[in-house]
């Protein structure tokens, strides 16, 4: 059974930067996508980025574009989410997941299986 623990997560100044780590273990094999998640308080659960292994590039949320970059670490089973400029509206409980089917809405929560714990990110001045 797949164990995910993500790290990484903490208090950051408007403008900063934070990478956040999800160390996996136990993977499953029929996994085809992979990816970032978060939750502010009061809000539905939102996808923020993915890779998906039929896929040449990967996918971000619109307000994600252009400031996080994910990534993939094969040789530490780690999947990192590099986020700059950050803002208090990226505030939030931030997941890893991974899907057994191709979401057909790649940032579809509801369409992933497995999902760690949760690391706290929260931007404030």
């Known amino acids: 059974q797949a164990h995910f623990v993500e790290s990484g997560g903490g208090l950051v100044q408007p403008g900063g930067s934070l990478r956040l780590s999800c160390e996996i273990s136990g993977f499953p094999l029929d996994y085809t996508a992979i990816g970032w998640f978060r939750q502010a308080p009061g809000k539905e659960r939102e996808g923020v980025s993915c890779?998906?292994?039929?896929?040449?590039?990967?996918y971000y949320v619109a307000s994600a574009e252009g400031r996080f970059t994910i990534s993939w670490d094969n040789v530490r089973n780690t999947l990192y989410l590099q986020m700059s400029s950050l803002t208090p509206e990226d505030s939030g409980i931030y997941y890893c997941?991974?899907?057994?089917?191709?979401?057909?809405?790649?940032?579809?929560?509801?369409?992933?299986?497995?999902w760690g714990q949760g690391t706290q990110v929260t931007v404030s001045s």
């Open positions: 997941a991974a899907a057994r089917q191709t979401p057909h809405f790649r940032l579809e929560p509801s369409q992933y299986d497995y």
């Open positions: 890779m998906v292994g039929s896929d040449a590039y990967s």
